[in-house]
């Protein structure tokens, strides 16, 4: 890249009158990206008829990368640098370190290490009116009792489970070293900076932090992502601490865990966890000692199998007239009955006897799944799970094998994580936000959303389907299981 950047330099033409030599690229940079999209748009709109597409996008394509080359020329800066700078960036967010590169205690004696394996016990009684949660381990009280400490109850008496999960997949918990009495005292440096007064309020006040960005957030009920605003908040709350090694994604990755283990505990009222910082895990435990994962394995197979069995007598009878009319008459039409039906039915509990919910929202997932099959046929970078496909192999939107793939892969685990407050009001209305979202790329005036934004928005769809059968399999289970038998063979 600098041997192009080098090389680019040497073309660059002198602004007449001077003035601001960098207002020209930056203008070029952003015109020839929308040249880019503007080709793609001709080739949305011609198909086949377009063979010059992947000529007319290299030479697009090369125009943007010199203007971004002429930029980064008149700022000081090298193209090697700002790659190498963005796959740092990219992998910090969306790698998470391996488990062997967590612990900071490794080479201590074990009574300055973090427990490697051990289960806590949540022990609720009601004093007042209020929750009281006292943890212990091996039968010992671990810190003193905990209320909501709130004029709500909204199970912040759990908050110890957030520790215990960045003590699982960070290897750091200031707080649960001193309740463990397992401070790094052999060195007193470590002990004043790492696991002193400071570094326990900054890993109390993360814990608030995110408490108060999930109870906004269905407590990341479904979530598979925290916002990364929430990330580079905590990442300057720790810059000056160990922890600060760790990228953006093992955050997430304690954040998620950590919440999975606080729901089952909340609906529980208490129980025990298993904590696991060799294999970066924290389990909440069914009362037979094993761990809470049994009914979720089987929920997910009955699922995806009763799905796809749908889906292939629908396609059987119906073949491509989902399709048949293009992306806006066809296929968003369909999805639009779904989705209106949805949030009718979730504002006024209505039904009717020829389509119940459970039927409507089974419909509107597989409705999103088929539309990211017809966005792959399009462009297969849009939808990752679903590769280039070779033209004898036909498109992945005809026939049942694209909607199968996707079946096969996508995440269900907001269908087996159980629900505090099951309600269908607020997934519908995440439903209707994200559809108008999704209307919202075809203006009346002008080019469509780029594909991989609808894409996204179809992803979100399914994601949010799931979520409300999972509110329907706890609140309607005769009716979910009725469904699961009618087509499960």
């Given at each position: 890249m600098a041997t192009y950047q080098s090389a680019a330099a040497k073309t660059i033409q002198p602004v007449r009158g001077g003035g601001d030599s960098l207002v020209v690229p930056l203008l070029g940079l952003a015109g020839e990206a929308g040249a880019a999209l503007n080709a793609y748009k001709k080739h949305l709109r011609d198909g086949p008829a377009d063979p010059q597409f992947?000529?007319?996008m290299r030479e697009k394509l090369g125009d943007v990368l010199w203007y971004l080359a002429t930029v980064a020329g008149h700022l000081d800066l090298d193209l090697d640098d700002i790659a190498t700078a963005n796959l740092t960036k990219i992998t910090d967010r969306w790698r998470p370190s391996l488990a062997s590169s967590i612990p900071f205690d490794a080479d201590l004696d074990p009574i300055e290490q973090l427990p490697r394996q051990a289960d806590f016990t949540f022990t609720v009684s009601t004093t007042?009116?209020?929750d009281v949660s006292v943890l212990s381990c091996a039968g010992e009280q671990v810190g003193d009792p905990i209320t909501d400490a709130s004029h709500i109850a909204d199970g912040y008496c759990f908050h110890?489970?957030?520790h215990l999960s960045y003590a699982a997949v960070l290897g750091w918990s200031p707080v649960m070293r001193a309740l463990l009495k397992r401070k790094r005292r052999s060195n007193p440096e470590t002990d004043e900076a790492e696991d002193g007064g400071r570094a326990v309020v900054i890993e109390e006040g993360i814990s608030a932090l995110v408490f108060g960005y999930a109870s906004r957030h269905e407590y990341l009920e479904g979530k598979s992502h925290v916002d990364n605003d929430v990330l580079n908040t905590i990442t300057g709350m720790v810059a000056h601490l160990e922890v600060a090694a760790h990228r953006a994604a093992d955050w997430e990755k304690a954040i998620l865990t950590g919440f999975t283990a606080w729901r089952e505990l909340r609906r529980r009222r208490g129980g025990t966890v298993r904590l696991d910082l060799d294999a970066q895990t924290l389990v909440v435990l069914d009362p037979d000692g094993e761990p809470h994962t049994a009914p979720s394995t089987s929920a997910a197979r009955d699922f995806r199998q009763a799905v796809i069995n749908l889906h292939r007598g629908k396609d059987a009878a119906y073949g491509d007239s989902w399709k048949r009319r293009g992306e806006q008459i066809s296929i968003l039409a369909n999805i639009a009955r779904k989705v209106d039906r949805f949030t009718l039915v979730a504002e006024s509990g209505v039904t009717t006897a020829d389509e119940s919910t459970v039927d409507t929202?089974?419909?509107?997932?597989?409705?999103?799944?088929?539309?990211?099959?017809?966005?792959?046929?399009?462009?297969?970078?849009?939808?990752?799970?679903?590769?280039?496909?070779?033209?004898?192999?036909?498109?992945?939107s005809d026939g049942p094998d694209g909607l199968e793939h996707l079946v096969a892969v996508f995440d269900l685990t907001a269908l087996t994580d159980l629900i505090a407050s099951p309600s269908l009001v607020p997934v519908a209305a995440d439903v209707d936000r994200t559809f108008t979202e999704l209307e919202a790329c075809f203006p009346a005036a002008g080019s469509a959303a780029p594909l991989t934004t609808r894409a996204r928005l179809a992803v979100d769809l399914a994601a949010q389907a799931v979520r409300a059968v999972a509110v329907l399999r706890e609140t309607q289970p005769d009716a979910y299981a009725a469904f699961i038998r009618s087509i499960r063979n």
């Amino acid at each position: 890249m600098a041997t192009y950047q080098s090389a680019a330099a040497k073309t660059i033409q002198p602004v007449r009158g001077g003035g601001d030599s960098l207002v020209v690229p930056l203008l070029g940079l952003a015109g020839e990206a929308g040249a880019a999209l503007n080709a793609y748009k001709k080739h949305l709109r011609d198909g086949p008829a377009d063979p010059q597409f992947r000529a007319r996008m290299r030479e697009k394509l090369g125009d943007v990368l010199w203007y971004l080359a002429t930029v980064a020329g008149h700022l000081d800066l090298d193209l090697d640098d700002i790659a190498t700078a963005n796959l740092t960036k990219i992998t910090d967010r969306w790698r998470p370190s391996l488990a062997s590169s967590i612990p900071f205690d490794a080479d201590l004696d074990p009574i300055e290490q973090l427990p490697r394996q051990a289960d806590f016990t949540f022990t609720v009684s009601t004093t007042d009116g209020r929750d009281v949660s006292v943890l212990s381990c091996a039968g010992e009280q671990v810190g003193d009792p905990i209320t909501d400490a709130s004029h709500i109850a909204d199970g912040y008496c759990f908050h110890d489970v957030f520790h215990l999960s960045y003590a699982a997949v960070l290897g750091w918990s200031p707080v649960m070293r001193a309740l463990l009495k397992r401070k790094r005292r052999s060195n007193p440096e470590t002990d004043e900076a790492e696991d002193g007064g400071r570094a326990v309020v900054i890993e109390e006040g993360i814990s608030a932090l995110v408490f108060g960005y999930a109870s906004r957030h269905e407590y990341l009920e479904g979530k598979s992502h925290v916002d990364n605003d929430v990330l580079n908040t905590i990442t300057g709350m720790v810059a000056h601490l160990e922890v600060a090694a760790h990228r953006a994604a093992d955050w997430e990755k304690a954040i998620l865990t950590g919440f999975t283990a606080w729901r089952e505990l909340r609906r529980r009222r208490g129980g025990t966890v298993r904590l696991d910082l060799d294999a970066q895990t924290l389990v909440v435990l069914d009362p037979d000692g094993e761990p809470h994962t049994a009914p979720s394995t089987s929920a997910a197979r009955d699922f995806r199998q009763a799905v796809i069995n749908l889906h292939r007598g629908k396609d059987a009878a119906y073949g491509d007239s989902w399709k048949r009319r293009g992306e806006q008459i066809s296929i968003l039409a369909n999805i639009a009955r779904k989705v209106d039906r949805f949030t009718l039915v979730a504002e006024s509990g209505v039904t009717t006897a020829d389509e119940s919910t459970v039927d409507t929202v089974v419909d509107l997932y597989v409705y999103a799944l088929k539309y990211l099959t017809y966005l792959a046929d399009q462009d297969s970078t849009a939808v990752p799970d679903l590769p280039d496909r070779s033209t004898a192999a036909g498109p992945w939107s005809d026939g049942p094998d694209g909607l199968e793939h996707l079946v096969a892969v996508f995440d269900l685990t907001a269908l087996t994580d159980l629900i505090a407050s099951p309600s269908l009001v607020p997934v519908a209305a995440d439903v209707d936000r994200t559809f108008t979202e999704l209307e919202a790329c075809f203006p009346a005036a002008g080019s469509a959303a780029p594909l991989t934004t609808r894409a996204r928005l179809a992803v979100d769809l399914a994601a949010q389907a799931v979520r409300a059968v999972a509110v329907l399999r706890e609140t309607q289970p005769d009716a979910y299981a009725a469904f699961i038998r009618s087509i499960r063979n």
